[in-house]
């Protein structure tokens, strides 16, 4: 694989200030696949140096250029799908269908939506007496994690971008070369120097000196709680504006009437896609008790067909990280009906797609997060049964309603707490809002209401 030995500041590929480096690891083989550095804070404040210098500029181009050098950056993404999805598959590990449809395809999609919007949104409207301009927050410190590696990079940097911010990422040690494929779109599309810089290496060096740097105005961050936690309160001790993408514990619910075979067939896809490794993933099904002997039979064959055909997890500590909480469902009681925890190859941080039976709400794995191929099916007696299950967690990201009628599944989803659920296995849409409730996280990505967490207002009166 391609891997530049640099760091993309201020236009292009600068030598990194220390010789530390990152080794990218493929997780279907354990081959290396490429080296990268391992950025400092030197590297950091570079970077920020450059976003810092090139702000006045950009967020005083016209919005109409801003968007013309999207679209250019969407083709030059598109330019490169190919190589954007054999990138991914070979740093994540992802299916090459899967890498096409939806690693390379989805961050596509969305900086289109973002060419549009910086063309299409009133930076300026009316209220009353007052003028109100919708300003750029400033320098975005953009940290990310490896699942959805490209996307989420796309979906913090376009709408920073469109709304006249500058921006430094942190990309996650574990998928740094499609972040650096997608600095040399960004040149390509004639981005101006210092708008986008790229550094990276490590969480706790690279992407915490990216936090505390005086020069960064917004920190949005995706990734797990802990680390969530740790930079939300750095960034509140600077008074920095923060968006997080934290974790989920998404519940599908199966109402009585709903298409049994198709919510359970549905869900269980859900899960096992990208190997678990989605924070919108929903985790927990939930079935009504007369039906939950018949779901278990579904659940367990769907499982049983994704055996050869889901890649590893992202690393060997993940593997293990998957594993003992497979193992901590069997000593809790819970019951396998699919999978387990050995892993199924000798080679490769490969998991079972395992489904537990028996789970009841209080559960580690009906509470915690697992980021693997794990579904946990529980039981429920009615539908106030149901609320209380599906709310009852710290998380609120995601979720799906089953019903065999709609106005059914949407009466029983605006009870939930969260932030977005498919009703009767809707679409993925790229323009609704993206965040979670509570511990979930704060703030919006994609979409207008993704744009407006880069935007800040400033009222004149006449
Ligand atoms: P993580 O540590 O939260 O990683 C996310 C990003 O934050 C990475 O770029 C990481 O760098 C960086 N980071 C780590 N420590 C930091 C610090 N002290 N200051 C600033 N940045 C820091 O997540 P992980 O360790 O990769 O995964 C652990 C668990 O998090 C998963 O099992 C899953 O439950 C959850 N997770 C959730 C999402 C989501 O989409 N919500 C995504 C990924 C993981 P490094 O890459 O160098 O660690
Ligand atoms: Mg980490």
Redesign the pocket.
């Known amino acids: 694989m391609k891997a530049h030995d640099g760091m993309y500041i201020d236009g292009g590929w600068r030598p990194a200030a220390g010789g530390d480096t990152v080794e990218v690891v493929n997780p279907a083989d354990e081959q290396i696949v490429g080296r990268v550095p391992a950025g400092t804070a030197e590297d950091v404040d570079a970077a920020v140096r450059a976003a810092r210098a090139a702000l006045p500029g950009w967020s005083a181009t016209a919005p109409a250029e801003r968007a013309a050098r999207l679209a250019a950056l969407r083709d030059a993404l598109e330019a490169r799908a190919e190589e954007i999805a054999e990138t991914v598959t070979a740093e994540l590990g992802s299916p090459p269908k899967l890498s096409q449809a939806v690693h390379a395809a989805v961050p596509i999609a969305v900086m289109g939506s973002y060419a549009e919007l910086a063309a299409t949104y009133a930076f300026e409207e009316k209220v009353g007496n007052s003028v109100v301009h919708h300003e750029p927050v400033g320098v975005v410190g953009a940290?990310?994690?490896?699942?959805y590696p490209l996307h989420?990079i796309v979906a913090k940097v376009a709408p920073a971008l469109a709304a006249g911010c500058t921006v430094v990422v942190?990309?996650?040690?574990?998928t740094p070369l499609v972040a650096q494929l997608f600095a040399e779109a960004v040149h390509e599309a004639g981005v101006p120097a210092g708008v986008f810089n790229l550094v990276t290496?490590?969480?706790?060096v690279a992407?915490?000196a990216?936090?505390e740097h005086p020069g960064v105005d917004l920190v949005s961050?995706?990734?797990?709680t802990?680390?969530?936690q740790?930079?939300a309160a750095a960034a509140g001790a600077a008074i920095k504006k923060v968006a997080l993408?934290?974790?989920?514990k998404s519940a599908n619910v199966i109402l009585p009437s709903a298409d049994l075979a198709r919510a359970v067939n549905v869900g269980v896809a859900n899960v096992m896609s990208n190997s678990g490794q989605t924070?919108s993933a929903w985790t927990r099904m939930l079935v009504h008790t007369s039906q939950y002997e018949e779901a278990l039979g579904l659940a367990a064959t769907a499982a049983a067909k994704y055996g050869d055909r889901i890649g590893p997890v992202v690393s060997a500590r993940?593997q293990a990280?998957v594993r003992g909480y497979i193992e901590k469902g069997i000593a809790e009681g819970a019951r396998l009906i699919a999978g387990g925890p050995e892993a199924p190859r000798e080679r490769g941080y490969f998991v079972s797609p395992t489904v537990f039976a028996d789970v009841t709400p209080d559960m580690t794995i009906a509470q915690e997060?697992i980021?693997g191929p794990v579904l946990s099916v529980l039981r429920y007696t009615d539908e106030e049964d149901a609320l209380r299950i599906a709310n009852g967690t710290v998380y609120g990201l995601a979720g799906a309603v089953w019903a065999g009628d709609e106005a059914e599944a949407v009466a029983f989803a605006r009870r939930m707490e969260t932030g977005q659920v498919d009703i009767n296995g809707g679409r993925f849409n790229p323009r609704a809002p993206f965040g979670g409730y509570k511990q979930s996280g704060v703030g919006r990505e994609l979409g207008v209401h993704g744009l407006a967490e880069y935007l800040q207002t400033q009222s004149l009166q006449f």
């Open positions: 940290i990310t994690p490896w699942n989420q942190k990309p996650a040690e574990d290496g490590l969480g706790p992407g915490q990216l936090v961050f995706t990734g797990s802990a680390v969530g740790k930079i993408e934290l974790g989920g924070c993940q990280r997060e980021f």
